[in-house]
């Protein structure tokens, strides 16, 4: 098994300790940042989501997945910043109120500043009205919304509402994802775009924010 495959199997096995040893060990053997983001930790997460998708993982179990992808990070954040771009617009990104989750969340931040977006991440658990105000305060070009439980996603259309209600939705473009959280129903809200998962989630935001106005 190589170094990246052992890197998915522990983000998999939610095994944090062994994973930033991988890493660190897969840097030591001359791979790239970029390569042990997409091919290690990224597809780790994405075949922990497809298990709880199926009912064979629960949302423990993906924490214990989110909790080493995170400490894995804490390494390779500064080298993947290094070579980003900067000043290709600006995201806020929240986890909705309701649900404590942030699985998935610090690493399509990461990603997104990686690419050049300046993120604003709000975590966990934020109310809309946290939610506008950011989006009055920093007038960026993508809101993220990220929900885990179904029970909360329905707090999404409230935070678009929110936005037309406040004249701030034509100047703004929503994104919504997390793991019930389907194109459907991103097509049913007025959404903007949906992403699957976070590798995804920047080529769609590249896309949104070519539409807005400089």
Same mark, same amino acid.
């Given at each position: 098994?190589?170094?990246?495959?052992?890197?998915?199997?522990? #983000?998999?096995? =939610? *095994?944090?300790?062994?994973?930033?040893? +991988?890493? @660190?060990?897969?840097?030591?053997?001359?791979?790239?940042?970029?390569?042990?983001?997409?091919?290690?930790?990224?597809?780790?997460?994405?075949?922990?989501?497809?298990?709880?998708?199926?009912?064979?993982?629960?949302?423990?179990?993906?924490?214990? $997945?989110?909790?080493?992808?995170? @400490?894995?990070?804490?390494?390779?954040?500064?080298? +993947?910043?290094?070579?980003?771009?900067?000043?290709? =617009?600006?995201?806020?990104?929240?986890? #909705?109120?309701?649900?404590?989750?942030?699985?998935?969340?610090?690493?399509?931040?990461?990603?997104?500043?990686?690419?050049?977006?300046?993120?604003?991440?709000?975590?966990?658990?934020?109310?809309?009205?946290?939610?506008?105000?950011?989006?009055?305060? *920093?007038?960026?070009?993508? %809101?993220?919304?990220?929900?885990? +439980?179904?029970?909360?996603?329905?707090?999404?259309?409230? %935070?678009?509402?929110?936005?037309?209600?406040?004249?701030?939705?034509?100047?703004?473009?929503?994104?919504?994802?997390?793991?019930? #959280? @389907?194109?459907?129903?991103?097509?049913?809200?007025?959404?903007? =775009?949906?992403?699957?998962?976070?590798? $995804?989630?920047?080529?769609?935001? @590249?896309?949104?924010?070519?539409?807005?106005?400089?």
């Amino acid at each position: 098994m190589s170094i990246i495959e052992q890197i998915r199997k522990n #983000v998999y096995d =939610g *095994d944090e300790n062994n994973t930033v040893e +991988l890493v @660190k060990k897969a840097l030591d053997e001359g791979k790239t940042a970029n390569e042990i983001l997409d091919d290690g930790l990224v597809e780790g997460l994405r075949t922990t989501g497809d298990a709880f998708e199926r009912g064979e993982k629960f949302i423990p179990e993906m924490l214990l $997945s989110s909790e080493s992808m995170k @400490k894995a990070m804490v390494i390779l954040n500064p080298l +993947l910043l290094e070579g980003s771009g900067a000043g290709f =617009g600006k995201a806020v990104m929240a986890t #909705v109120e309701g649900d404590v989750h942030d699985i998935g969340l610090e690493l399509v931040g990461t990603m997104f500043e990686t690419a050049g977006f300046e993120v604003r991440n709000m975590g966990p658990d934020v109310p809309t009205e946290d939610i506008v105000e950011a989006e009055k305060e *920093d007038q960026p070009h993508i %809101v993220g919304l990220s929900a885990l +439980l179904s029970n909360t996603m329905d707090v999404m259309p409230d %935070v678009i509402d929110a936005l037309k209600e406040a004249g701030l939705r034509d100047s703004v473009k929503v994104m919504v994802g997390g793991a019930p #959280v @389907k194109q459907d129903f991103a097509d049913e809200i007025g959404a903007d =775009g949906w992403a699957y998962d976070a590798a $995804s989630a920047v080529p769609k935001a @590249k896309e949104l924010r070519a539409q807005l106005p400089e």
